[in-house]
């Protein structure tokens, strides 16, 4: 990569042209991509910047995968599928190397799937699979014929499908690790699920292990009872629910972000990893919509300092982010799910090429999946958060990264 020196003994800082200046050097910035169809063999992550030195553990990972497939309301294909990883690629003695990570899932239904998803092309052309031509509302099947020029809509459904999700909870598994080395924990619960909300109270760490233990991941028990209420009475009626979930970071560190350029702002990178999941459609931070009709005495966060803390906020009704700045506070993301678009009760379509009105088509698929949607959110964030944490600390190593942010929370300290 070629660089250029712009000032030398000029009184300046040296200023570098030749890369991302976003992101500084390509060492320090956290990159996922992800291929795999859902009947596939098998979904694959890579994972590219992640500082050297990392403990990755497939244990680890594969804990966040089965909390993607488990929840309330989940449909037949999680009995089927027992995920778990394979570290093909980057990981030495339990250490991350600094190379790309490599995770494989492996997709334990797909023998059933071996002819309609084919690598080559069958030589008999009627052992092909019956092509699928009637979109389901509410799905990619649609738009992803037209913008493929596909005749088969099978080729959207196996890569729109929410299994792809798998792959990018394996490598959150491993940004949160990351995060975990700068004393920084991501969780999320389930707040709302239909109609149905928990009581509004903030969650701390020591609740983790209840929600876990909830069926529907949700903090309030009574609302808990009343939401897989919802859920059952949805799946009686054949159809869906959707919901809402709270995704928390915290002891994210301080200073990551900014407000100089809109796209730096902490919310606007952390609203556009919210969006890349499926059925999202709407997000907030703190009080989010609710601080809309409050007065500004409700809702800003006032100032005081602490001799062993530095600058406090007594309350987090900013949800973690002031000025497009983590301010050192609990993150609080809440995401908002759709229901399930594929309802036993069909909704109307129109078969592609013949234009015939018919009904669309069921796939097995969840009444509500706003639990899993949840372990889902927190990979994303996770991402995301120690993308833009490494984009501001640096470090090839974690060691490096970690002296980084406590050297920057010691020099707010001193101010
Ligand atoms: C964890 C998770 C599980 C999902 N399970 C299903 C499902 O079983 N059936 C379904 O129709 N949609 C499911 N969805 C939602 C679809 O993937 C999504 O609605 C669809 O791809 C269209 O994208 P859009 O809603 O963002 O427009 C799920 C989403 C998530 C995040």
């Not at 037949?76 to 599928?81: H, K, L, M, S, V």
């Not at 200073?255 to 796209?263: I, K, M, T």
């Not at 909704?347 to 999946?369: I, K, P, Q």
Request: with cysteine.
């Amino acid at each position: 990569m070629a660089y250029r020196r712009l000032s030398d003994g000029d009184g300046h800082a040296p200023l570098f042209t030749g890369w991302s200046a976003r992101y500084g050097s390509g060492m320090t910035r956290l990159r996922l991509l992800t291929a795999g169809e859902s009947h596939g063999r098998q979904l694959t992550t890579v994972l590219e910047g992640c500082p050297a030195g990392l403990a990755v553990s497939a244990t680890r990972i594969d804990e966040d995968l089965r909390r993607r497939q488990g929840g309330y309301g989940r449909g037949a294909r999680q009995t089927i599928e027992s995920d778990h990883v394979e570290i093909v690629g980057g990981v030495r003695y339990g250490r991350a190397t600094g190379a790309p990570i490599a995770l494989t899932v492996a997709n334990r239904d797909a023998g059933n799937w071996g002819d309609v998803l084919a690598v080559e092309a069958p030589t008999d052309a009627g052992s092909r699979a019956e092509p699928v031509r009637v979109p389901r509302p509410g799905h990619a099947d649609l738009g992803g014929a037209l913008l493929y020029d596909l005749d088969d809509i099978r080729d959207v459904i196996e890569r729109a499908s929410a299994r792809e999700t798998a792959a990018r909870v394996a490598g959150g598994a491993v940004a949160k690790l990351l995060l975990e080395t700068v004393g920084c924990r991501v969780v999320s619960h389930v707040v709302a699920v239909g109609a149905e909300r928990a009581a509004a109270a903030p969650l701390r760490l020591d609740d983790v292990a209840r929600v876990e233990a909830d069926p529907l991941r949700c903090a309030d028990a009574a609302a808990s009872a009343r939401m897989r209420a919802a859920v059952d009475a949805a799946q009686e009626a054949g159809d869906t629910l959707g919901g809402v979930v709270e995704v928390l970071a915290f002891g994210y560190p301080p200073g990551v972000g900014s407000y100089v350029q809109g796209d730096r702002r902490l919310e606007s990178v952390l609203a556009a990893a919210v969006f890349t999941v499926p059925a999202i459609k709407g997000v907030e931070f703190g009080l989010g919509f609710a601080a809309a009709g409050l007065p500004g005495s409700a809702v800003h966060d006032a100032l005081a300092h602490d001799a062993a803390l530095g600058y406090v906020r007594r309350t987090n009704n900013a949800g973690g982010i002031e000025g497009g700045i983590s301010t050192g506070d609990t993150i609080i993301v809440h995401a908002a799910m759709k229901p399930i678009a594929t309802l036993r009760n069909p909704l109307r379509s129109v078969e592609m090429g013949t234009h015939r009105a018919v009904e669309s088509r069921f796939e097995r698929a969840d009444v509500c999946a706003v639990p899993a949607a949840g372990v889902v959110l927190e990979a994303v964030l996770a991402l995301a958060l120690a993308d833009a944490a490494l984009a501001r600390f640096g470090g090839a190593t974690v060691v490096e990264l970690g002296a980084a942010v406590d050297a920057y929370r010691a020099r707010c300290l001193r101010r």
